[in-house]
């Protein structure tokens, strides 16, 4: 099935019941979509090409698939992903391509299946909820072009163990972390540390954070950042205390 309309509409459950639907492909010059598209009975559809370059709706509140792909393909043009429109899907890899600069408010949340992520360095703007609830992703890379990181963007990705920060974030919100107990590794590129508010990591004795040559004392003196090291210090304290030795994993490095 392929559509290329500038608006596209259709009924409820268009495709129910076909049951060899395999493909569908959105073309470059969708920018509104309204509708769900595949219905529960569609279980053989596997795959979705999007190839919209500025869509800027898609779907009822987000909810175009009552079943959802297992695979994901963007389009080499695609510049906004819209709002809620990849929520759910099952693809174990995904691939931004460089022309995105935009993706929107929950558009990839719980993808259970990813793994890892990169957002390339044409992204500018990350919605909130982006990626939460995506439960075993793995290491995440934000490009250096991303200003702000929004309130529960990777909330409650309890897998996450690296985390690299690009250069052009200024600000990171409550809660951009929350319940991602299991990172280890948090490294910023920035030279000026970025605002980060109360809680947008757990708190956690484990993590290691890499800042960039000569950065280090401005990240030691900054608010937040700060409690990485102060966590620790007292972590090999009581660790000394007891006689016990500080794993490597502990370590906090200023690179």
């Known amino acids: 099935v392929y559509y290329d309309a500038i608006y596209c509409t259709c009924p409820y459950e268009l495709f129910d019941n076909c049951r060899n639907l395999r493909t569908i492909v959105i073309g470059e010059n969708v920018r509104f979509y309204d509708g769900e598209l595949v ?52 693809m174990t890899e995904l691939q931004i391509p460089e022309s995105v600069v935009s993706i929107g408010k929950n558009a990839f949340e719980s993808c259970s299946n990813l793994t890892d992520l990169v957002i390339p360095n044409s992204v500018r ?21 991303v200003k702000v990181i929004n309130s ?23 809660d951009a972390f929350d319940c991602c107990y299991s990172i280890l590794r948090l490294t910023s590129k920035s030279n000026i540390p970025p605002y980060m508010a109360e809680m947008a990591f757990p708190v956690s004795n484990a993590i290691t954070v890499k800042v960039p040559c000569g950065a280090e004392d401005t990240y030691r003196n900054t608010e937040v950042w700060n409690n990485f090291k102060k966590t620790l210090r007292k972590n090999i304290l009581n660790a000394e205390k007891k006689g016990l030795t500080v794993q490597e994993g502990g370590e906090i490095e200023f690179q």
């Open 39 to 90: 219905g529960g009975s569609s279980l053989d559809f596997s795959t979705l090409y999007f190839n919209a370059i500025e869509c800027t709706a898609f779907g009822n509140d987000g909810n175009l698939f009552y079943y959802f792909p297992n695979q994901l393909k963007l389009g080499e043009k695609v510049q906004i992903i819209p709002d809620r429109v990849f929520r759910g899907f099952r």
């Open 125 to 145: 703007s990350l919605g909130e909820m982006a990626f939460k609830g995506c439960g075993n992703l793995r290491s995440v890379v934000i490009g250096n072009s």
């Open 152 to 174: 529960s963007a990777f909330s409650n990705c309890g897998k996450i163990t690296d985390v690299v920060i690009g250069a052009g974030v200024n600000s990171i919100a409550a």
